[in-house]
Antibody
Framework: EVQLLESGGGLVQPGGSLRLSCAAS????????MSWVRQAPGKGLEWVSG????????YYADSVKGRFTISRDNSQNTMYLQMNSLRAEDTAVYYC??????????WGQGTLVTVSS | QAGLTQPPSVSKGLRQTATLTCTGN????????AAWLQQHQGHPPKLLSY???NRPSGISERLSTSRSGNTASLTITGLQPEDEADYYC???????????FGGGTKLTVL
């Protein structure tokens, strides 16, 4: 059974940093591109960042470019999102999801990031 | 990054048919089509269809998708109470090298 489990969310002050993790199981992790998608309270889905199966190619939304870094460790079946210089508008539930082959077929339950003083 | 355009809300009666639209451009929807996702309050999104009416197993046959130019459509027939949810479209934008989402359509079943 495919499972994606996010962790690392929490309350952080503006300008602070957080590192999110997405632990995957039930499939060959390195075969799939993965993405982070966020959803601000009461708002729609926003793609944040994606990474190829090998980790060589990375992609970012303009809203996070230069502040967020996506990475993966295929030996640990885990994807990461390092978030720096956080702003209030980064407050959202952050989901990890598979985004290649059959895009968006599996999602985690999400982890809440709150940026507030 | 410009997103895809979806109507904010659609309301239809029980057992009626709803058609939701998603408009992009030749770099995204017009290129590889769109995926459609359903989201109930408090839950992660669920994939309904991807690229030209491919439905994952377990998705109701009451759902179908189509595309005309840069506009993708999701049609749900025989609306049921459980169809009331938010629906999002998504496509890879080959010009932006980014995934784009629509703003979502809230479907209300009366």
């Amino acid at each position: 059974e495919v499972q994606l489990l996010e962790s690392g969310g929490g309350l952080v002050q503006p300008g602070g940093s957080l590192r999110l993790s997405c632990a995957a199981s039930g499939f060959t992790f390195s075969d799939y591109g993965m993405s982070w998608v966020r959803q601000a309270p009461g708002k729609g889905l926003e793609w944040v960042s994606g990474i190829s199966g090998s980790g060589v190619r990375t992609y970012y939304a303009d809203s996070v470019k230069g502040r967020f870094t996506i990475s993966r460790d295929n030996s640990q079946n885990t994807m990461y999102l390092q978030m720096n210089s956080l702003r209030a508008e980064d407050t959202a539930v952050y989901y990890c999801a598979r985004s290649s082959i059959t895009p968006w077929d599996y999602w985690g339950q999400g982890t809440l990031v709150t940026v507030s003083s | 990054q410009a997103g895809l355009t979806q109507p904010p809300s659609v309301s239809k009666g029980l057992r009626q048919t709803a058609t939701l639209t998603c408009t992009g451009n030749s770099n995204n929807v017009g290129n590889q089509g769109a995926a459609w996702l359903q989201q109930h309050q408090g839950h992660p999104p669920k994939l309904l269809s991807y690229r030209n009416n491919n439905r994952p197993s377990g998705i109701s046959e009451r759902l179908s998708t189509s595309r005309s130019g840069n506009t993708a459509s999701l049609t749900i027939t025989g609306l049921q109470p459980e169809d009331e949810a938010d629906y999002y479209c998504s496509a890879w934008d080959s010009s932006l090298n980014a995934w784009v989402f629509g703003g979502g359509t809230k479907l209300t079943v009366l």
